[in-house]
């Protein structure tokens, strides 16, 4: 088996199943920077006001700070929604939206609200904050609920799990789902284990109030300390990785948006960076957009892409100093493991959790034992330690920025950001050919 197909095999098992339409990209050189164009612009066709509105569309179009509020600009997240429709509307039960940073889980809570909405629950939104005990995070929702008269609130001190359910229970008749978005705040196990148990009974109860909980983890257990019998009554709902083909789409319906398009090539690049992430995509599409924005040009081109790609690490390395230090000496450090750090990056990129055991498998599968086995995992977790943390389980690692992976696949395959590393050129052909299967 030459190593695409085997890259492809140990996608489909990565992400369980048939990649349908899942295909490895062709050969993307994120390394070879174009020689800056010079775009002559005639003195009649100087910018014009109308650019700098265009500028304003970009950043319009491509942000990232905003979550996704309407179904039509939610790209590849139908599969999510009819669980959670399935599982909360019509099973009743509670859910769990949970996933890394930046992957779409406040965008798909809203989204869903909306949709339980129109069959008929009341959605309402609240976020955690880091010290909430239950009272906290539940008392805020009483003043918008619809507490039927003659079922008191105490309001001089904090109620209690038992509490708030009998409130909920006797005083809310309307379907209601109570969305708590930022959960991964809590740090308290007493809040933990209270809004546990407060959805156990809240199940056994029969309330016409449901709970989602939304936040940033690995798996369930990062989130919840769930009683046991609770999974039953629990729909966990993890954000996966975006399909290319999805991610494509919204990357070129942003660009129309902000009177651009894009060249294939170029689509396709950003794609392959952005490993299933709408944040990294969009992040990357902006930087390439501003690129051919800035040239006076319409079309965004691979060179638009690669630029952007550049821009876009270089700001995060401005902004986040110490990983990318971290990242870069990593990788002047790896010799012949390079393709390990990048492949690690791939890996949390598609499930935030990192295992020895995880990183193991696929290393083995793409470079064989010699390249991928049990030595070099330790070696690759040991240049990468300092960036990554042992939250959860033990054993269980996590980078400690969720959205770093990405740039580190970018560094890892000699994009400018790295150039200092001055990787040989056989591992730069290295990375490079790893960050072929680097999408979906
Ligand atoms: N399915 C999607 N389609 C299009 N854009 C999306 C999608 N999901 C997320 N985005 C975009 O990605 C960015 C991050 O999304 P969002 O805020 O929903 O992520 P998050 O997981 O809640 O982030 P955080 O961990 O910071 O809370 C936003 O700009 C949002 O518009
Ligand atoms: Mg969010």
């Known amino acids: 088996m030459g190593w695409t197909e085997r890259l492809q095999h140990w996608l489909r098992g990565l992400l369980g199943g048939d990649p349908g339409g899942r295909r490895i990209p062709e050969r993307i050189d994120y390394a070879s920077q174009p020689a800056e164009e010079s775009v002559v612009v005639p003195i009649s066709a100087a ?5 700098a509105f265009r500028r304003n569309a970009v950043f319009a179009a491509f942000n990232t700070a905003v979550p996704v509020s309407d179904r039509h600009g939610l790209a590849g997240r139908k599969q999510e929604l009819a ?21 779409g889980k406040t965008s798909l809570a809203r989204v ?23 009272d906290g995070l539940f008392r805020p929702f009483l003043d918008e609920l619809p507490v039927q008269r003659g079922v008191a609130v105490p309001a001089d001190k904090p109620l209690g799990v038992q509490q708030l359910a009998n409130i909920f229970v006797q005083g809310v008749q309307q379907r209601t789902l109570l969305i708590i978005d930022e959960f991964d705040r809590v740090a308290a196990d007493r809040t933990k284990h209270d809004v546990a148990a407060l959805l156990k009974l809240l199940t056994d109860m029969h309330s016409t109030v449901q709970i989602v909980l939304v936040g940033i983890a690995g798996n369930v257990d990062g989130l919840l300390a769930a009683h046991p019998s609770l999974r039953r009554h629990l729909s966990a709902q993890p954000v996966a990785p975006i399909e290319r083909d999805e991610l494509a789409g919204l990357l070129r319906l942003c660009a129309q948006q902000a009177g651009l398009a894009f060249e294939e090539d170029a689509v396709q690049t950003i794609v392959s960076a952005a490993i299933g992430s709408p944040y990294h995509a969009r992040l990357f599409g902006m930087h390439a957009a501003l690129t051919a924005e800035s040239a006076g040009r319409e079309r965004i081109t691979l060179g638009d892409s690669q630029k952007g790609l550049a821009e876009a690490l270089a700001e995060w390395g401005d902004l986040t100093p110490d990983i990318c230090h971290v990242f870069e000496h990593a990788l002047t450090q790896a010799g012949q493991l390079r393709g390990m750090i990048a492949l690690a990056g791939v890996l949390a990129a598609h499930a935030p959790v990192l295992t020895f055991e995880r990183l193991n498998a696929a290393g083995v599968d793409l470079f064989g034992e010699e390249l991928g086995g049990a030595a070099a995992v330790d070696r690759t977790i040991g240049l990468i330690a300092a960036a990554l943390s042992e939250d959860g389980m033990p054993g269980e690692l996590q980078f400690a920025d969720s959205l770093s992976p990405q740039f580190l696949v970018l560094m890892a395959n000699g994009s400018s950001r790295a150039r200092s590393a001055a990787p040989s050129a056989r591992e730069a052909l290295d990375a490079r050919e790893l960050l072929q299967g680097v999408g979906l």
């Open 83 to 103: 669980r959670l429709i399935d599982a909360v509307v019509k099973q009743r039960k509670h859910a769990l939206i949970y996933g890394a940073r930046g992957s």
């Open 112 to 134: 869903f609200g909306d949709l339980a909405d129109e069959a008929g629950c009341v959605a309402l939104y609240g976020s955690a904050s880091e010290g909430a005990d239950v």
């Open 47 to 51: 910018p014009k006001p109308a650019i």
